[in-house]
């Protein structure tokens, strides 16, 4: 049974920095991409980061680039982000996702899905 499981969501002050962790069981974590997505209360489900499974490939949303960093440990099966400069405006539920599409943006592509965590970010 494949499982995501999201840690490090809470409530920061803005401009704090973010970390969040996704830990991955039941798949062989390399040779999945890893995307980060994020769901604002009565907003579209945004796409903030992909890893690809070999670590050479990142993407990064156009709300977080410069403030967005994303990483892998595939002997840990386990994915991070950290988003600095933190502004309310970053205040969702965070989920990690896993897709065999190397490149997968869109949330349709994504196989396996974390119960997020809520992240708030106050000013």
């Known amino acids: 049974q494949v499982e995501l499981v999201e840690s490090g969501g809470g409530t920061v002050q803005a401009g704090a920095s973010l970390r969040l962790s996704c830990a991955a069981s039941?798949?062989?974590?390399?040779?999945?991409?890893i995307g980060w997505f994020r769901q604002a209360p009565g907003k579209e489900r945004e796409l903030v980061a992909v890893?690809?499974?070999?670590?050479?490939?990142?993407y990064y949303g156009d709300s977080v680039i410069g403030r967005l960093d994303i990483a892998r440990d595939n002997a840990k099966s386990t994915a991070s982000m950290r988003l600095d400069l933190t502004t309310p405006s970053d205040t969702a539920v965070y989920y990690c996702?896993?897709?065999?599409?190397?490149?997968?943006?869109?949330?349709?592509?994504?196989?396996?899905w974390g119960p997020g965590t809520r992240v708030t970010v106050s000013s």
């Open positions: 996702a896993a897709t065999t599409s190397r490149y997968a943006r869109k949330p349709d592509l994504y196989d396996f």
């Open positions: 890893i690809s499974g070999d670590s050479l490939y990142k």
């Open positions: 039941g798949l062989l974590f390399s040779s999945f991409a």
